[in-house]
């Protein structure tokens, strides 16, 4: 008889971990839970078994102090006590994607809000992901159509491009996102609503999105009564579901509202564990979280993901940091003035302050002709405003203000656009011609 190989066999019992180690709850500060007796990674998940009752709540572990395990629960802290068990699940998190999540809202754990649970037939996607290798990102060649003229005309977006939309409060950022996710060309919309209250949700759904978006699109919510910790799954989990259309070479378009109330989750879970805050109180894992979430979006050797993601500034300032760090990764960025909004000019975008850095390598030279040329009149017109509305101007001082005043109500109409309406690319250059 032929002697048999073990040694395969030895050394997989070898590194096998033959013992469950189950461990207790010492005490809960804040928003952590610390445990002793386990023995688990950042990023594994665990289950605590919730005192007097037999329920379990899901928890993820996020960081060591001294002989104690920090956890982060899933859910709210009610029922947890000293003693409780714990118990490691040996994973990370990973959710089940499909192409079954076409019109459907789920949560930030990947279940669907709303209906019959669904047999998804994708597999498992882990929710963090490494971003495509740079040298296997094919280059953004062609046009994504957002059906917005300003956009299309003098800020084009490619495919693969990540554009930021920058704005204060009540600027009209979600009824942009709705209007472009309704009109674009990509073939699939994940749209993240990630702090969101939970009255807009629903309004979103219906009015700013409607039943054509929303029946290519995945909606994923977590709104802003939901743990830190589940506001960043959700950013993650939206991601991830893009990632998955991505691989099936489809054109993705991310939408995410908003980033900057990811960051300030990730801030709770730094502040919560012990991190050092720095400027404005942000952590230091908040700036390097940023880029690994934003950077997974763009161009891969499959498909495409387009992102668009909204930056809440604070206080209109477009200096504030999580602004500053999103605009330096980011290829471009979409700036909502409230000044505009105002007096009733939507969509809101302030075309000078704008920019595509993409536009120039994706756009052809009459196009880039006109659009420089739009420009240069609304530049021109806006530098000359406060002294042409008190009548300090007199005709004829400036040919180049005279054109500015003529062409300047034809601009306003051009860049103007209201919610129901939508134009294709070729429709957008004809009145770009016709304007200037």
């Given at each position: 008889m032929t002697a048999l190989n073990l040694e395969g066999y030895r050394q997989r019992i070898k590194k096998s971990n033959l013992f469950g180690?189950?461990?207790?709850?010492?005490?809960?500060?804040g928003l952590t839970i610390e445990v002793k007796g386990i023995n688990a990674s950042v990023g594994e998940l665990c289950s605590i078994e919730v005192a007097g009752g037999g329920k379990r709540l899901l928890a993820e572990v996020v960081g060591f102090k001294e002989n104690s395990t920090l956890l982060m629960p899933f859910g709210e802290l009610g029922g947890i006590a000293p003693g409780c068990s714990v118990y490691p699940l040996g994973r990370s998190q990973k959710i089940r994607v499909g192409e079954e999540l076409l019109g459907k809202v789920v949560g930030s754990l990947g279940e669907v809000l709303q209906?019959?649970?669904?047999?998804?037939?994708?597999?498992?996607?882990?929710?963090?992901?490494?971003?495509?290798?740079?040298?296997?990102?094919?280059?953004?060649?062609?046009?994504?159509?957002?059906?917005?003229?300003?956009?299309?005309?003098?800020?084009?977006?490619?495919?693969?491009?990540?554009?930021?939309?920058?704005?204060?409060?009540?600027?009209?950022?979600?009824?942009?996102?709705?209007?472009?996710?309704?009109?674009?060309?990509?073939?699939?919309?994940v749209i993240g609503l990630i702090g969101e209250r939970g009255r807009e949700v629903l309004e979103f759904i219906e009015n700013d999105l409607g039943p054509e978006g929303l029946s290519r699109s995945v909606v994923v919510v977590s709104t802003s009564d939901q743990p830190a910790l589940l506001r960043v799954k959700g950013a993650l989990v939206a991601t991830a579901i893009a990632e998955f259309f991505r691989d099936q070479e489809k054109n993705v378009l991310l939408m995410m509202d908003s980033?900057?109330?990811?960051?300030?989750?990730?801030?709770?879970?730094?502040?919560?564990i012990g991190e050092p805050p720095?400027?404005?109180?942000?952590?230091?894992s908040v700036f390097a979280l940023l880029p690994k979430l934003l950077e997974r979006a763009g161009t891969s050797d499959k498909g495409s993901i387009t992102g668009l993601y909204t930056v809440l500034v604070d206080g209109d300032d477009m200096n504030e940091p999580i602004a500053d760090a999103v605009r330096?990764?980011?290829?471009?960025?979409?700036?909502?003035?409230r000044k505009l909004a105002s007096q009733n000019h939507f969509p809101a975008i302030d075309v000078l302050e704008s920019i595509s850095?993409?536009?120039?390598?994706?756009?052809?030279?009459?196009?880039?002709?006109?659009?420089?040329?739009?420009?240069n009149y609304l530049a021109i017109y806006n530098k000359n405003?406060?002294?042409?509305?008190?009548?300090?101007?007199?005709?004829?001082?400036?040919?180049?203000?005279?054109?500015?005043?003529?062409?300047?109500p034809a601009i306003k109409d051009f860049l103007k656009q209201d919610i129901k309406e939508s134009y294709s690319f070729q429709e957008t250059m004809n009145v770009l011609r016709a304007t200037v």
């Open positions: 180690f189950i461990g207790k709850v010492t005490r809960v500060v209906g019959e649970s669904l047999k998804l037939t994708g597999g498992s996607y882990p929710i963090q992901n490494d971003p495509p290798n740079p040298l296997s990102r094919t280059a953004i060649k062609d046009v994504l159509e957002t059906g917005i003229k300003a956009i299309d005309a003098l800020l084009t977006c490619g495919k693969g491009q990540r554009l930021g939309i920058f704005a204060g409060s009540g600027v009209g950022k979600s009824t942009l996102l709705g209007m472009i996710a309704r009109n674009s060309s990509a073939d699939v919309n980033v900057t109330r990811f960051a300030m989750a990730q801030r709770e879970i730094g502040l919560a720095t400027t404005r109180g942000y952590t230091p330096g990764i980011l290829d471009g960025h979409i700036v909502l003035s850095r993409l536009m120039p390598k994706i756009t052809t030279s009459e196009q880039q002709q006109l659009a420089s040329k739009l420009r405003e406060d002294l042409i509305n008190i009548g300090a101007y007199e005709r004829g001082s400036n040919p180049q203000v005279d054109q500015a005043i003529d062409i300047y």
